[in-house]
């Protein structure tokens, strides 16, 4: 089992930055990647970025890229998600998922999932 557990969640204006961390601990070993979705209000889960454990390869929704970085610090078994320039339609409540080597790519298959992280957008 891996466990997740997201943070740096809050209440900004339009324009202004936040910066994400998910922590990992169980069975790190086992992670291909992590992910970062989000879920607005009404809406459905959506993904915003991932990034291999290894760094080598990470991936962005459309909206996102240019104004989010994902990035990861294997020392500490942590994942982070630098958003800058956010939009209230960033507003969501944000999950962080990890995922095994079961299917390519890092869209899918995220097997374990944080509790989440609100953020809030204000225009």
């Known amino acids: 089992q891996v466990q997740l557990v997201e943070s740096g969640g809050g209440l900004v204006q339009t324009g202004a930055s936040l910066r994400l961390a998910c922590e990992a601990s169980?069975?790190?070993?086992?992670?291909?990647?992590v992910g970062w979705f989000r879920r607005a209000p009404g809406q459905d889960r959506e993904f915003v970025s991932a990034i291999t454990w290894s760094g080598r390869l990470s991936h962005y929704t459309d909206s996102v890229k240019g104004r989010f970085t994902i990035s990861r610090d294997n020392a500490k078994n942590m994942v982070y998600l630098q958003m800058n320039n956010l939009k209230p339609e960033d507003t969501a409540v944000y999950y962080c998922?990890?995922?095994?080597?079961?299917?390519?790519?890092?869209?899918?298959?995220?097997?374990?999932w944080g509790q989440g992280t609100q953020v809030t957008v204000s225009s």
């Open positions: 169980g069975r790190i070993r086992s992670i291909y990647a």
């Open positions: 998922a990890s995922k095994r080597a079961v299917s390519v790519g890092l869209l899918l298959d995220y097997e374990h």
